[in-house]
């Protein structure tokens, strides 16, 4: 086990879950890009392993966690160099720590859970409060070898995170999608509003399509908020880009969320 602060890397919170499996291959890009190791970590919460007997057990659960995520990123033949580390302690507080060295941090939307105690999850969690960036990566229902992201989303009225995701749109070769909220009156098609809207957001995404050439971008009017969005147009491969408090609000909704936490970056 190790506590010290490693170099910087992207983390990847593993459990043996399906879903921090699919956090890890989603992670390749992000490190091969930055040229920076994967980071695998597994945390062992104290209140698991009380005994030898449990302690024992849990470092063998880690291990072949570990291993089975290490392996699936070896079978892509990602150019990208893996670390791993087993941690004792609080997920939460566990992950919080290598947050502040990390260039971003990777989880599951579920698994990685420990919301036992009526708590919320782990990837919420972390998604509100961790110093670096964090991709909480869905799993869907169907099975698929590697998450591809076909549609990035972002709302228009924050600069960095838009930036964030025509950053993203063009590593994933997907399509940025510019969102623009409308509320109350301003929501009627037929107003001044929804025409003022829209061409505020023409005007701000023509700035970023200057910038982002080879992406490919697009616009939305979206009403009432970003959750109601994406309840109506649950499409699959869709990551939205966003702050720490809109994504803490749209993670337990099981959507793939990128959250920028702006004041630190």
Partial sequence: ????????????????????????????????SRDIPMRLVYVIDPRDASTAHACEARL??????????????????????????????????????????????????????????????????LARS??????????????????????VLAEVDNGMVLRHAFEEARLRGATLRALWVCQGEDADDAGDGM????????????????????????????RGSVEHYLRASPEAGQLLVTDCHTAEQVCS???SVLAIRCSNL
Avoid at 1 to 26: F, I, T
Avoid at 106 to 123: P, Y
Avoid at 132 to 151: D, F, G, L
Wanted: proline fraction near 5%; charge should be positive; hydrophobic fraction near 45%.
């Fill in 130 to 151: 961790a110093r670096c960036p964090v991709a909480v990566i869905h799993q869907p229902a169907r099975r698929s070898a590697v998450p591809k992201i076909s549609n």
């Fill in 253 to 255: 909704a099981g959507h």
């Fill in 1 to 32: 086990m190790s506590n010290s602060h490693p170099a910087p890397a992207v983390v990847v919170g593993v459990d043996g879950s399906r879903a921090a499996e699919r956090a890890a291959l989603w992670a390749i890009d992000e490190a091969a």
């Fill in 60 to 125: 063998a659960a880690a291990r072949t966690a570990l291993s089975d995520a290490h392996r699936s990123v070896d079978a892509t033949g990602a150019p990208v160099k893996i670390e791993t580390d087993i941690l004792c302690g609080r997920p939460l507080a566990k992950l919080m720590e290598e947050s502040r060295s990390a260039a971003m941090m990777c989880v599951g939307s579920i698994g990685l859970n420990h919301a036992r105690h009526g708590g919320t999850s782990v990837a919420t969690s």
């Fill in 195 to 222: 025409r003022s809207a829209q061409a505020q957001l023409s005007r701000r995404l023509a700035r970023w399509t200057r910038l982002y050439p080879d992406v490919r971008a697009e616009s939305a009017i979206v």
